[in-house]
């Protein structure tokens, strides 16, 4: 049975393309005022690598604490991607701030992660985290293992699960009315791609 989709209007995706706030690929906007279906306009967009380090950045600096006598804080993320695992990576700062001294000590946490694409909420979610390393060499042996053993919990207590990116929903919607749904997610030398079309297509 043939597809049918409606033409978009420029208006329509001028609206459409600053409410996500993305790359939309295959389809300029030249091509909405030209009357491309909305299928081809929905088919791929992409969030590039700054774009995925804010995202991540709005969570940060995250703070544990420990008994009032210290805290233990997570801050400046610094994402990067790695299309050959399909994951993406993220290395943060440690700091361990003592209450009585007044003491600081820092460190750094590296860890990776998949995505999935939660229907339901028409979000990308953080999936599969896995802690890479811990560097705490330069902190004294009491407030290293305070560290190693609490700054990859920290980690997972924020990151696991952790909603990325919510696609705007009159973006959604219109995928939703074509029978389509995000197929795939793909990290790529220039972002994260996700892929749009019929559902149960690859």
């Keep these: 049975m043939p597809e049918s989709t409606s033409p978009?209007?420029?208006?329509?995706?001028?609206?459409?393309?600053?409410?996500a706030g993305i790359a939309v690929l295959l389809a300029p906007l030249g091509a909405c005022?030209?009357?491309?279906?909305?299928?081809?306009?929905?088919r791929t967009m992409t969030l590039s690598q700054g774009q995925l380090n804010d995202l991540v950045a709005k969570r940060f600096p995250y703070t544990r604490n420990f008994s009032g006598l210290a805290d233990l804080s997570l801050q400046s993320p610094r994402l990067r991607l790695l299309p050959q695992t399909n994951r993406l990576g993220t290395a943060v700062d440690l700091v361990l701030a003592e209450k009585l001294?007044?003491?600081?000590?820092t460190g750094a946490l590296d860890l990776n992660y998949g995505l999935r694409?939660?229907?339901?909420?028409?979000?990308?979610?953080?999936?599969?985290?896995?802690?890479?390393r811990v560097d705490v060499d330069q902190v004294?042996?009491?407030?290293?293992?305070?560290?190693?053993q609490y700054g990859p919990r920290a980690a997972e207590t924020l990151l696991s699960n952790m909603v990325l990116y919510r696609i705007p929903?009159?973006?959604l919607g219109m995928a939703r009315n074509l029978g389509w749904a995000v197929n795939a997610l793909r990290v790529l030398p220039e972002g994260l791609r996700i892929e749009l079309g019929p559902k149960g297509a690859s």
């Excluded at 001294?101 to 000590?105: F, L, V």
């Excluded at 939660?118 to 890479?132: F, P, T, W, Y």
């Excluded at 004294?140 to 190693?148: E, F, I, Y």
Aim: proline share 4%.
């Design 8 to 19: 978009l209007t420029r208006r329509q995706c001028q609206r459409l393309f600053a409410g």
């Design 33 to 42: 005022a030209a009357g491309s279906s909305a299928a081809n306009v929905l």
């Design 101 to 105: 001294t007044g003491s600081r000590y």
């Design 117 to 132: 694409f939660d229907d339901k909420e028409g979000a990308i979610r953080m999936a599969d985290l896995k802690v890479n």
């Design 140 to 148: 004294p042996p009491a407030q290293r293992q305070l560290l190693s």
């Design 169 to 171: 929903e009159e973006y």
